[in-house]
């Protein structure tokens, strides 16, 4: 099956980051977002992926065809950010007359994607909100999908769409997508993949709903911590961090060649490799490989690539090749 990611964003509010890496690409529970994303859609035998890319696109590209050598992965770059139907059309090229996906490149669920294989109606992944207006929203009548709406200024429905898409036919979704362009149709000054959905249904083409066991954000360092900790419980902990003198809390993930001394770490810290903790006491915090922690205590933080943080602070965001002593 082929999939689409888009994965064009520039991740603005998890700078400073993403000055350096792209959103995708932010280590969460041990492992890039993407990663996750990608591992997930394999239960639906997703052999084809088309990455939608624009900032820091060809880290994003490289990074997956290295770690999917088994997976066909092309691109398309989106240079202008108009909407997530105009994302999902610049990848047209490379579909065929098949079952399609299209899953968000920022966007973690668990579901059993395996219900997929065969399903002749196409298919939207939602999940109840508190605050729809900030959604596309699904209108259900009965246990039909009545009308499908891109965030609703009044409340017509609490079912969101998580942004994991199915469709029996690539060819359509791709034909409405184009309509929506032809003819300047915008929503919010987009265009966008709830109004094409809409205009599929409207044409009679069927719409279920796949149940979804959970739903995790990475669009902000807090919601990127608390995804963190969601995956640590889930999965357990992982990784054989060589102990010196310290004691590690689980769940946490550890990188290899991490070392830590005289130390108190976890729960929920995960980290990349050639990690090194000394007398220090961290809980709640993901680090990139390569970053060194000495005399600090630190929790709710997010350290980038090869950071070196020394001193006593409560809470950091950095980015990669920071140095803070405080």
Known sequence: MHCIIPAAGKGTRMRPLTWSLPKPLIPVAGRPVLAHVIDSLLDADVDHITLITGYLGDTIVSWARKQYPRIRIDFAVQKETDGLASAVLLAEPFVEDGPLMVVLGDTLFSADLAVLRGETRNMIVASPVEDPSRFGVVVMDGDRVAELVEKPSEPVSN???VGVYYFSSGKKIMENCRYLKENQLRTRGEYQLTDAMQLMLKNGEPFGILDIDGWFDCGKPETLLETNRVLLEKNGSSGSPVLENSVVVAPC????????RNSVVGPWFSCGADVHIEN????NTIAGSGSQFRHVMLKESIIGERSVVQGTPARLNTGDDSVAEI
Do not use: N, P
């Open 253 to 260: 993930f550890f990188g290899e060649a991490t070392v830590i």
């Open 280 to 283: 220090s006491v961290i809980s």
């Open 159 to 161: 079912l969101a769409i």
